[in-house]
């Protein structure tokens, strides 16, 4: 790998906005000034503004390459007729260049930006985000044509937010910028709270907002005088494998995670890598320490309870790879960053892997401007028991499916209702389910307001508003999609199109961009996913059905086996031990205070009853988290009265 790439000009990390009034009126600078700053940990460093005729486009910048002012946005062409403001990098900005001033295009500047504008200009929307390598949301205004062309990037690692009120088309990277602009028109969505109780997580079909949409991974969408127009330019393809030899497939990943790794080592600021000690993390540190011309920075977190703390494998990879590693210990106090967190991700959110995401992050950035993760490794070469659990679902296809449906599935779904705190009837219901060959019953998990709990937890007012709504209808389009795929293919594609940018991007992002850290993710690389979804499940699996069987084998050339063949562990914290010791008494006064009361949404008994069950020693650790993040969101904003640097 050529040294220089840690010498190239690209861009930056940054925030974007903009509004489009399609009656021409001037936009209120005021009005898109406070849009764009309340990003201001996502471009601390410079921010800029377009303003014309019907048409405002917002920047803030987190300079990590390319630090001069000629890298300053919203950005034009030579005549001032395309504009763009763009959030993340063009990995192949160069070889786009070339081939653009091949075609008669002039640049002013050395930023990956620039492509943007003149590719635009050469290739037309499609044309130029088939040609894109890289992790980008990006706004562009066509004064010529008077329309504005949004993109995503194909996975969604950078997000995009957009509310069409009839009259106007708003835009943004954080749904607050939406919030501060759209103020009281904006209205709750019962259905999105549902799904967030249910999942955790809001999926990508809705927001916490009617009218606020995302913008889907690998979709741009056009808005002009009349209309707004979404379409997709990429999807992947999990029904089309190929026949090659265990040792071939080695290779080729091989090849292309070297080439993933070395696309994310350019920056003229310090670069480091996360390291959780698990097997993703790990690999991408010895990929890159292959590539780095000093010893890589890599940053660990850890707690005092050792079932939660994977340090002494993080220490393992640091001392083979001699890269100077820092460490922090996290406890108790995590309490208090519960309102800045609450605010950072302006939705509700209860992936309790926030935490430690934004403490690894805020230690990392006292060092590096850049960090690289290993996020994305699971979902590529599917690490997660679902996978193999879906994927058993073929030795078991000698059962009729309308018994494993109809008859297996609904027994055990009917024992876990009658007992739903045993965690054997719990794990006899999920098995029942992935064996079903049904993926709406795949998503339903157990730790979340699923069923029974979630008939039991809402008011009749809002049950009624649901109006017989079910959250597994948040994915009814992309379960479309996959009609015909066996279902352990229709799973991963369901995985990467829905769970990955709805709940693990979005937690990397936010959590780094709170403390303006820039992560880049190698195995979130387009063509990592394209070259995993070509390979056959039995290979990436292994002959028994093991989660992350493949990766595994390989990664053993790198690492020491003690860190590749251990069980896998989850980047968590122990909530639910704070949650039942000194978080307890301030949970509850949260979660059944008469604000919370007053909303109307629960039954408060069955939330005193899970609370009191949780002291007792059941789990409800996810169901009590997603409550007490609801309600801080709540409070931070509908009612107004919490601040992010309030102390709860």
């Given at each position: 790998?050529?040294?220089?790439?840690?010498?190239?000009?690209?861009?930056?990390?940054?925030?974007?906005?903009?509004?489009?009034?399609?009656?021409?009126?001037?936009?209120?600078?005021?009005?898109?000034?406070?849009?764009?700053?309340?990003?201001?940990?996502?471009?601390?460093?410079?921010?800029?503004?377009?303003?014309?005729?019907?048409?405002?486009?917002?920047?803030?910048?987190?300079?990590?390459?390319?630090?001069?002012?000629?890298?300053?946005?919203?950005?034009?062409?030579?005549?001032?007729?395309?504009?763009?403001?763009?959030?993340?990098?063009?990995?192949?900005?160069?070889?786009?260049?070339?081939?653009?001033?091949?075609?008669?295009?002039?640049?002013?500047?050395?930023?990956?930006?620039?492509?943007?504008?003149?590719?635009?200009?050469?290739?037309?929307?499609?044309?130029?985000?088939?040609?894109?390598?890289?992790?980008?949301?990006?706004?562009?205004?066509?004064?010529?044509?008077?329309?504005?062309?949004l993109a995503r990037d194909r996975l969604g690692k950078k997000p995009l937010f957009v509310a069409d009120t009839g009259t106007s088309v708003y835009f943004a990277s954080d749904i607050k910028c939406l919030w501060l602009a759209l103020g009281d028109t904006l209205r709750l969505d019962e259905k999105a709270i549902?799904?967030?109780?249910?999942?955790?997580?809001?999926?990508?079909?809705?927001?916490?907002?009617?009218?606020?949409?995302?913008?889907?991974?690998?979709?741009?969408?056009?808005?002009?005088?009349?209309?707004?127009?979404?379409?997709?330019?990429?999807?992947?393809?999990?029904?089309?494998?190929?026949?090659?030899?265990?040792?071939?497939?080695?290779?080729?990943?091989?090849?292309?995670?070297?080439?993933?790794?070395?696309?994310?080592?350019?920056?003229?600021?310090?670069?480091?890598?996360?390291?959780?000690?698990?097997?993703?993390?790990?690999?991408?540190?010895?990929?890159?320490?292959?590539?780095?011309?000093?010893?890589?920075?890599?940053?660990?977190?850890?707690?005092?309870?050792?079932?939660?703390?994977?340090?002494?494998?993080?220490?393992?990879?640091?001392?083979?790879?001699?890269?100077?590693?820092?460490?922090?210990?996290?406890?108790?106090?995590?309490?208090?960053?519960?309102?800045?967190?609450?605010?950072?991700?302006?939705?509700?959110?209860?992936?309790?892997?926030?935490?430690?995401?934004?403490?690894?992050?805020?230690?990392?950035?006292?060092?590096?401007?850049?960090?690289?993760?290993?996020?994305?490794?699971?979902?590529?070469?599917?690490?997660?028991?679902?996978?193999?659990?879906?994927?058993?679902?073929?030795?078991?296809?000698?059962?009729?499916?309308?018994?494993?449906?109809?008859?297996?599935?609904?027994?055990?779904?009917?024992?876990?209702?009658?007992?739903?705190?045993?965690?054997?009837?719990?794990?006899?219901?999920?098995?029942?389910?992935?064996?079903?060959?049904?993926?709406?019953?795949?998503?339903?998990?157990?730790?979340?307001?699923?069923?029974?709990?979630?008939?039991?937890?809402?008011?009749?007012?809002?049950?009624?508003?649901?109006?017989?709504?079910?959250?597994?209808?948040?994915?009814?389009?992309?379960?479309?999609?996959?009609?015909?795929?066996?279902?352990?293919?229709?799973?991963?594609?369901?995985?990467?199109?829905?769970?990955?940018?709805?709940?693990?991007?979005?937690?990397?992002?936010?959590?780094?961009?709170?403390?303006?850290?820039?992560?880049?993710?190698?195995?979130?690389?387009?063509?990592?996913?394209?070259?995993?979804?070509?390979?056959?499940?039995?290979?990436?699996?292994?002959?028994?059905?093991?989660?992350?069987?493949?990766?595994?084998?390989?990664?053993?050339?790198?690492?020491?086996?003690?860190?590749?063949?251990?069980?896998?562990?989850?980047?968590?914290?122990?909530?639910?031990?704070?949650?039942?010791?000194?978080?307890?008494?301030?949970?509850?006064?949260?979660?059944?205070?008469?604000?919370?009361?007053?909303?109307?949404?629960?039954?408060?008994?069955?939330?005193?009853?899970?609370?009191?069950?949780?002291?007792?020693?059941?789990?409800?650790?996810?169901?009590?988290?997603?409550?007490?993040?609801?309600?801080?969101?709540?409070?931070?904003?509908?009612?107004?009265?919490?601040?992010?640097?309030?102390?709860?």
């Amino acid at each position: 790998m050529c040294l220089d790439l840690f010498h190239t000009a690209y861009r930056a990390m940054c925030g974007i906005v903009g509004v489009f009034h399609r009656d021409g009126r001037m936009p209120d600078r005021v009005v898109v000034e406070r849009m764009r700053d309340v990003m201001v940990t996502r471009g601390p460093d410079d921010a800029g503004l377009y303003l014309a005729e019907g048409v405002a486009l917002g920047h803030r910048r987190l300079s990590i390459i390319d630090l001069s002012p000629a890298g300053h946005q919203p950005m034009s062409n030579e005549d001032d007729s395309v504009w763009v403001v763009l959030n993340g990098e063009i990995y192949n900005f160069a070889d786009l260049r070339v081939a653009l001033e091949q075609a008669g295009h002039r640049f002013r500047s050395r930023s990956d930006t620039e492509v943007i504008v003149h590719g635009y200009e050469e290739w037309g929307a499609e044309g130029l985000l088939r040609r894109l390598h890289g992790m980008f949301a990006f706004g562009l205004w066509d004064a010529r044509q008077r329309h504005l062309v949004l993109a995503r990037d194909r996975l969604g690692k950078k997000p995009l937010f957009v509310a069409d009120t009839g009259t106007s088309v708003y835009f943004a990277s954080d749904i607050k910028c939406l919030w501060l602009a759209l103020g009281d028109t904006l209205r709750l969505d019962e259905k999105a709270i549902d799904c967030f109780l249910y999942f955790y997580y809001i999926p990508q079909s809705r927001t916490i907002f009617r009218g606020v949409s995302k913008l889907p991974p690998g979709h741009w969408l056009l808005a002009d005088d009349r209309t707004t127009r979404a379409q997709p330019y990429w999807k992947l393809d999990c029904a089309t494998h190929e026949a090659l030899s265990v040792d071939e497939w080695r290779a080729r990943v091989v090849a292309t995670l070297r080439a993933a790794v070395g696309r994310r080592v350019v920056a003229d600021v310090p670069l480091g890598a996360f390291l959780s000690g698990g097997v993703d993390s790990s690999l991408v540190v010895a990929l890159l320490s292959e590539v780095s011309p000093t010893p890589v920075r890599t940053f660990s977190i850890g707690f005092d309870k050792m079932r939660y703390d994977e340090r002494r494998f993080a220490r393992l990879v640091s001392e083979r790879y001699r890269t100077v590693h820092d460490e922090l210990t996290v406890d108790v106090d995590a309490w208090q960053i519960l309102p800045s967190l609450v605010w950072h991700f302006g939705e509700p959110f209860g992936d309790s892997s926030a935490i430690p995401t934004a403490y690894v992050a805020k230690v990392a950035r006292e060092h590096v401007g850049v960090a690289l993760s290993g996020d994305g490794g699971d979902e590529a070469f599917l690490g997660y028991s679902s996978y193999a659990a879906v994927y058993r679902e073929r030795r078991v296809r000698w059962i009729p499916r309308w018994i494993r449906r109809h008859v297996l599935a609904s027994l055990a779904t009917a024992a876990y209702a009658r007992w739903p705190v045993n965690y054997t009837l719990a794990r006899c219901r999920s098995l029942a389910q992935n064996l079903s060959g049904d993926l709406r019953l795949v998503p339903r998990g157990d730790s979340g307001w699923a069923e029974p709990f979630r008939e039991r937890l809402y008011s009749p007012t809002f049950a009624s508003a649901l109006d017989a709504w079910h959250p597994v209808d948040a994915f009814a389009n992309t379960l479309d999609e996959v009609v015909g795929l066996p279902p352990a293919d229709g799973w991963r594609h369901l995985v990467f199109r829905e769970i990955l940018p709805a709940d693990y991007l979005v937690k990397v992002d936010v959590a780094s961009m709170m403390h303006s850290l820039e992560v880049r993710c190698p195995f979130l690389d387009h063509e990592i996913a394209e070259l995993s979804a070509r390979m056959p499940l039995e290979v990436l699996l292994g002959p028994r059905g093991e989660a992350k069987h493949f990766l595994k084998q390989l990664a053993l050339d790198y690492l020491p086996p003690e860190v590749v063949l251990r069980p896998k562990q989850g980047f968590e914290v122990p909530i639910g031990d704070w949650l039942r010791g000194p978080w307890a008494a301030r949970v509850r006064d949260i979660v059944l205070g008469p604000r919370a009361r007053q909303r109307g949404y629960f039954d408060t008994r069955m939330i005193d009853e899970v609370l009191k069950q949780h002291a007792a020693g059941v789990d409800h650790t996810h169901r009590i988290w997603c409550l007490l993040w609801l309600e801080l969101w709540h409070l931070m904003f509908v009612d107004r009265v919490l601040g992010p640097s309030d102390t709860l």
